[in-house]
């Protein structure tokens, strides 16, 4: 795997991707940056949840003169949705450099557009319909663009976009770069690639056959200010007796970390900034059983075999579905069983499902233990405890001075204390995690073409009744509307 350090990013990207929580590029980030780092034309074939938006994004972000208040990036995606997450992440990649994108699309109140517009965003993403109407009133004006992307140019020729997607590239300037995107490549994408890039390098990120055995996946859907007691609970009741608990930061790798100490856990994080005599020192005590919780960043668990975890916690679920594998694949080892639990914010269950497909497993959901869940089993394993020593049978020395204690007090009584001696009672001290952004993206489409309006049913409204090609549809208030003129309404997606 690559680090964002390795791939020669500007410093205030760096920075924006350290407050994002990523170390590591995706295979579709690490092969596609250099290439357009050196002005290449690109194709890129990769599925959604690769982390494309990155890949192209960081480059362009690069390239832009924040002190030119004009359109120097431009990309084009099929859906208003996918446009407006697009738009939010080149915000959140650009918030040092001081460059601002701006999300274009049908359904959007035209003159607010064209006000916003005059603000001087550098980036403009722009489902095609809208974007063309923007282009032939001249209020997205086209002749400072210097990077144009394609995102899921399959799906916009799925939607009836590729002749509007043509009209655009050959009405901005002929000498930018364009990078285009798509999980397939028919013919009519490749006759873009050949007719209007310029000697174009192929990336291809095939999603590989990742399937994940002997390990019980689960989920909870947890908001970000309560992971950190749920992942407290749920140790106190499962008491691994070794776990990996991955986070996406070095700064959480360490609160994280000492937030486990604090609360009476024998815990040890490691990450890119250890010595290698430091990281070594964590991974022995690990592996000697005299930590029982590692925590660690993606970089850190690099080439980690350890047998015996019998869970993995992902505190902050990975950017990509190759990174999940890896790390959940750290248990289950030898033939023996493990278990992976993910903590997912509400925001990121449409991530959750693109591993879910490509990992081809389902993960089972289940509820954020309680308080109480947790002290019944700190109490369990007190239980346990009692129980092997009694198993030993070498208690004969301790039989008389039982017996003198069964006189002054019921047994009831004395094995209430015994358990409440060998109970860990952890301390209630607040821990406070420093926050990453979480990873939202487009839920994924579980068709293509045809079925593309029934798994979209909110945006499209029922079959027959879409934007395009339909009898007709919703307007901007609501009411239904039957479509006179296809073409009239070619530029409101």
Do not use: C, W
């Amino acid at each position: 795997m690559t680090t964002f350090k390795e791939l020669n990013i500007s410093e205030p990207i760096m920075k924006a991707l350290e407050k994002m929580g990523f170390e590591e590029a995706t295979p579709i980030q690490a092969e596609t940056i250099p290439l357009a780092q050196q002005g290449n034309d690109v194709i890129g074939q990769a599925q959604t949840g690769t982390g494309k938006t990155a890949a192209f994004g960081i480059p362009m972000i690069d390239k832009i003169d924040k002190n030119q208040k004009k359109i120097q990036g431009l990309v084009v995606a099929p859906t208003r949705e996918l446009a407006i997450q697009v738009a939010e992440e080149l915000n959140r990649l650009a918030r040092f450099r001081g460059i601002r994108a701006m999300p274009v699309y049908g359904g959007q109140h035209m003159e607010r557009q064209i006000r916003a517009l005059k603000d001087g965003p550098q980036i403009v993403v722009a489902t095609p319909g809208r974007l063309l109407d923007h282009m032939r009133r001249k209020t997205i004006r086209t002749a400072g663009i210097q990077t144009a992307v394609l995102d899921e140019a399959d799906e916009m020729l799925n939607m009836g976009f590729i002749d509007d997607i043509k009209e655009i590239l050959k009405n901005i300037p002929e000498q930018r770069q364009t990078l285009l995107f798509s999980a397939t490549m028919p013919k009519e994408i490749r006759d873009i690639a050949t007719n209007l890039m310029d000697s174009p390098k192929e990336v291809k990120v095939k999603a590989k056959e990742m399937t994940v055995e002997n390990i019980d996946q689960y989920f909870i859907e947890v908001p970000e200010k309560y992971k950190f007691d749920t992942l407290t609970n749920h140790l106190d009741i499962n008491a691994p007796a070794l776990a990996i608990v991955f986070s996406r930061t070095k700064k959480r790798v360490d609160e994280i970390a000492e937030g486990l100490q604090i609360r009476g856990f024998r815990a040890e994080g490691i990450h890119g900034d250890l010595t290698q005599g430091k990281r070594m020192s964590v991974l022995n005590k690990f592996k000697n059983g005299r930590v029982e919780v590692l925590v660690a960043t993606d970089v850190a668990a690099r080439g980690l075999d350890i047998s015996g975890v019998t869970h993995v916690y992902n505190f902050d679920i990975p950017q990509d579905p190759e990174s999940y594998v890896h790390r959940i694949g750290r248990t289950g080892r030898a033939g023996k069983a493990g278990e992976a639990i993910s903590f997912i914010t509400p925001r990121e269950m449409g991530h959750l499902k693109i591993i879910e497909q490509v990992t081809k497993s389902k993960m089972k959901r289940i509820m954020p233990p309680t308080n109480k869940e947790a002290q019944r089993g700190k109490q369990q394993a007190a239980v346990d405890k009692l129980l092997r020593t009694i198993d030993k049978k070498d208690l004969t020395d301790y039989q008389e001075t039982a017996s003198d204690l069964l006189q002054d007090h019921d047994s009831i009584t004395v094995i209430s204390a015994a358990l409440k001696m060998l109970t860990k009672e952890r301390k209630n001290t607040p821990v406070r995690i420093s926050s990453v952004q979480p990873i939202s993206v487009k839920k994924p489409q579980g068709g293509k073409g045809k079925n593309y309006r029934n798994n979209n049913k909110k945006f499209y409204g029922k079959r027959g009744q879409g934007k395009r090609g339909g009898h007709g549809g919703y307007n901007r208030k609501g009411n239904y509307q039957k479509r006179r003129n296809h073409k009239n309404n070619k530029h409101n997606s």
